[in-house]
């Protein structure tokens, strides 16, 4: 009881504090300087101003504090994961083979290799000469440029999932590691970020709850919602109309109860997404030859006790269409990113920032024009789990819309389900002369003269951005449309707020949810036009016939009687 | 001078009636679930199709035993005979107050064009509209069943909606030839009472 007090605690100076940053974010763009973003303290947790107390967890046996290992005045992270390792012997090789320190996947039904050091995104693009900045969301320390030991055991980061003090921040630019003094950050803008007391984090080590996740996951994309639309810091406490499993006063998962990790390699890939769970018996936990994070694994396909038709319609249509309503119900998601218009100075030759009606950034000089939505309805797509990604050295069609990872499936592949998914829309740099999609080197340290935030120049960016993964720049560079797809399946709704019959087959705004899916007949939606037009013609001139058949009867029966009176 | 006899007894005027409340209600909530417009709400309009359609096969079940225990199947048995003056009284006929060409009797209740409209919604409309709307309720067994390989909803429910225009214009038809009887009046009040009055 009393610890669950203290997390709360913990959350809450971690809350207030990350509110005053955020506030401190949205200064003046005047005060803007070329580095670092103004976005950057976004991208990750909230700093507490007062230390908070250390949250123990209750039903553990080992109380961290009391280990002689971790009673240590540490000066750096990796010094940490050496003392977990002790202990902890496999831990690091563990995590090593996981996606959260490669940073690859290789996709077996494509045979892609995928990843955030392989694919080109429309958001930030790419990591490739940026880790530094980027590497702040790697589970490991030090990863600046390609020489980076993936190796190196103590180079593994145990504290960003495990501490649970809520005072570890990963600061972008600092290639992964804490800050070890204290320091101003953004530069300039007066605010510091004290150093990390890393015993303290060690001492606190527990399973990883939802903001160890949400530090890195809740930001994807540069900041707070802007990536999934089903992910973002409104899951660090969520009511039980944001989410009905995470409700802090119901449920209460963390996401790991889902995404039940095993060897600290964690289920439930949206490289590889299970779109269609045969889920004839639960099989929760424990079994390890299936995907534990989907709705069937605890649910399974027939969940509807008093509704055998709901079932029926589970079998073509994903859970999460009718029971996530709408995504981006607690923030506003970023939902387009235009690059071609990034690099635009004000009068004295600064970047600077804009924000629409709605209060969000509608454009960064070093980012292009942004549109941002909040509750917005999904985009509704057969999928049936292969994802197919444009990679760098796919031959795109600039004339076209550009798909950065198109979602196969079908009504009639028998492996599909109805999924929604956010539809993200970008514009980003791609050679003219090869036809291919190009990295820009965004972020610049000390001294970089190349990077697009810190000179503002195309032609050097995308040079020096290329030049990261040996590739050539020819030189001409323009825009391309890119569209990137993302399943939504967080933040499911109570059922009471989950989709209505008439939503798809009786709308009321005359546009029903599922009308442009293919393959579908829909009760209510699909009649067959000619059918109809015979049917009630026909039907018509039957009434019209017997109306004039009965109009010609008294007709005639009154000039009968009147003959007869004569 | 007017003769009375009894037509209907007493299981056909009931089937009569409840069949026709319930086609009548069928054909409301199925023509909103088909889209045509919205009076119960789509959910309700699905659930109240499908208890009335269950409701009507009961019916149905206990009609067909009636008429095979009673022998009234014969009723139905189609003939050509007078067909001809049936069409030509409702043509010319009953504008010149001509007799009815039809005496209904026990024994022949219906004359030859109820007959063969009667046969005809029984053996062909009926089928159509049961078969299809099974088909459709069980829709969630297709897989299970291996029916998802002959069938598609599409084609289901097209047909079913054929027949359910069928059905609507017999009604249309059907409600109106009952004032065509040997008064406006009496074929209504036999199905009523029973008891039909011929001249």
Redesign the interface.
């Known amino acids: 009881m009393r610890a669950k007090h203290l997390l709360l605690l913990t959350l809450f100076a971690g809350a207030t504090a990350w509110s005053a940053l955020a506030a401190a974010n949205t200064a003046p763009s005047g005060a803007a300087s070329v580095e670092p973003s103004p976005d950057y303290p976004k991208m990750t947790m909230p700093p507490p101003e007062v230390k908070p107390p250390v949250a123990k967890p209750s039903k553990s046996t080992a109380d961290h504090s009391k280990f002689k290992e971790l009673q240590v005045d540490f000066k750096s992270g990796p010094e940490v994961t050496a003392a977990c390792l002790k202990c902890h012997t496999e831990a690091a090789k563990q995590v090593q083979h996981t996606k959260h320190w490669t940073f690859e996947f290789k996709n077996p039904q494509t045979g892609q290799m995928l990843g955030k050091r392989h694919i080109i995104n429309n958001f930030c693009t790419s990591i490739s000469s940026n880790q530094e900045f980027c590497s702040a969301c790697h589970v490991g320390y030090g990863w600046k440029d390609n020489s980076f030991d993936f190796a190196a055991q103590d180079k593994v980061d145990c504290l960003v999932c495990h501490e649970k003090t809520g005072t570890y921040r990963k600061l972008p630019g600092w290639a992964g590691h804490p800050v070890y003094q204290d320091v101003e950050f953004p530069p300039h803008s007066g605010k510091i970020v004290k150093a990390v007391d890393l015993k303290a984090a060690a001492q606190s080590v527990a399973k990883s709850g939802r903001n160890n996740c949400g530090a890195c996951h809740f930001f994807g994309g540069g900041g707070d919602a802007v990536k999934h639309g089903d992910i973002d810091t409104s899951l660090s406490n969520p009511g039980k109309y944001l989410d009905v499993h995470m409700d802090k006063d119901g449920l209460n998962f963390s996401c790991g109860e889902c995404h039940k990790t095993s060897g600290h390699e964690v289920p439930g890939s949206r490289y590889a997404v299970t779109a269609k769970d045969e889920g004839g018996k639960a099989h929760m936990r424990g079994k390890e030859d299936k995907n534990p994070a989907t709705c069937q694994a605890c649910h399974t396909n027939a969940p509807h006790k008093h509704h ?2 709901l ?2 319609h589970a ?1 073509k249509i994903a859970c999460q269409t009718c029971h996530i309503p709408e995504f981006a119900r607690g923030k506003a998601t970023k939902m387009m990113w235009d690059w071609s218009t990034a690099g635009k100075l004000d009068k004295d030759g600064k970047p600077f920032t804009t924000k629409a009606p709605n209060g969000q950034v509608a454009y960064d000089s070093k980012k292009g024009d942004f549109r941002y939505e909040a509750n917005v309805i999904p985009t509704y797509v057969w999928f049936n789990g292969t994802v197919n990604y444009t990679l760098a050295d796919t031959k795109l069609d600039p004339s076209k819309l550009v798909q950065i990872n198109r979602f196969e499936g079908s009504a009639s592949d028998g492996k599909s389900k109805i999924w929604p998914i956010k539809v993200f829309s970008g514009k980003q740099p791609y050679d003219k002369a090869t036809n291919q999609l190009l990295i820009p080197h965004t972020y610049g340290g000390e001294g970089d003269d190349t990077a697009f935030w810190k000179v503002f120049d195309w032609n050097k960016a995308l040079e020096a951005g290329m030049r990261s993964v040996n590739q050539n720049f020819s030189g001409e560079y323009g825009f391309v449309s890119t569209e990137m797809y993302w399943p939504i399946t967080h933040m499911v709704a109570p059922k009471d707020d989950a989709l ?3 939503q798809c ?2 709308p009321s705004i005359g546009v029903g949810r599922l009308d442009g899916v293919p393959g579908v ?1 829909m ?6 036009k000619l ?2 037009t ?3 013609t ?2 018509l001139l ?2 019209l ?2 109306l004039g ?2 109009a ?2 008294i007709y ?2 009154k000039k ?1 009687g009147a003959k007869h009176h004569e | 001078m007017s003769n009375r006899i009894y037509v209907f007894k007493v299981f056909e005027r009931f089937w009569h009636w409840s069949q026709a409340l319930l086609i009548i209600a069928l054909l409301v909530t199925g023509f909103e ?4 417009y ?1 009076l119960l ?3 309700t309009a ?1 659930d109240t199709h499908t208890t009335l359609a269950w409701t009507l096969v009961g019916l149905w079940v206990f009609a067909i035993f009636w008429h095979f225990t009673t022998g009234e199947w014969k009723q139905y048995i189609p003939t050509l005979q007078k067909v001809d003056a049936m069409v030509k009284f ?1 043509a010319y006929g ?4 001509a007799p009815h060409p039809f005496k209904a009797t026990t024994l022949k209740k219906h004359n030859p064009l109820q007959r063969l409209a009667y046969l005809g919604v029984m053996l062909f409309i009926g089928p159509l509209i049961w078969f299809t709307g099974w088909f459709y309720i069980f ?2 067994k297709w ?1 299970e069943w291996g029916w998802d390989q002959y069938l ?3 084609w289901v ?2 047909f079913h ?2 027949a ?2 069928m059905m ?2 017999f009604l ?2 059907h409600v ?2 009952t ?1 065509a009887g040997h008064t406006p009046t009496s074929h209504i009040k036999a199905m009523i009472t029973g008891w039909e009055e011929t001249d």
């Open positions: 055998a038709r079932n029926t079998e209505s019959c008439a087959h009786q007949y009760p209510g939606r699909s009649a067959n059918l109809d015979a049917g009630w026909f039907a039957t009434l016939g017997v058949h009965g010609g009867r005639a029966a009968q | 679930v088909h889209g045509s919205k709400g789509f959910a699905v409702y009953i504008f010149t107050n829709h969630d897989v598609s909803l599409e429910a097209f909606t054929v359910a225009f609507l214009i249309i038809a109106y030839l004032t």
